[in-house]
């Protein structure tokens, strides 16, 4: 049996890239530099990342459970968090003159 989640979020979902830089960095000892080393990607991309002026696509959250040990479902999940709460608030005016329907 699932909860349905209506409640509507007050606040913003925690982007990814500040997952990255506030958690698993200190945890693991990471630099930037060292992080892209890690990934095979280039410190601008992970700066980016870390400023979260990037989202996370579907082959770094590959790259990052491949080095973190846990599933892309969770990077990408977190992503996608973010981007429903900024659509939301971009287009709210928008989404609110559409009325539900109800079954017949």
Request: proline share 8%; glycine share 4%; hydrophobic share 40%.
């Amino acid at each position: 049996m699932s909860i349905p989640n209506t409640t509507k979020r007050e606040i913003p979902p925690t982007h990814p890239g500040e997952m990255l830089r506030e958690d698993f960095m200190p945890d693991y000892g990471l630099t930037t530099a060292s992080l892209a080393d890690a990934l095979g990607v280039t410190r601008q991309t992970i700066n980016e990342l870390l400023r979260n002026r990037r989202a996370i696509t579907p082959v770094m959250a590959l790259r990052l459970s491949r080095l973190f040990g846990n599933s892309p479902e969770f990077w990408l999940n977190a992503q996608h968090s973010v981007d429903l709460w900024e659509s939301g608030q971009i287009f709210q005016k928008e989404l609110n003159q559409i009325h539900p329907l109800n079954a017949a």
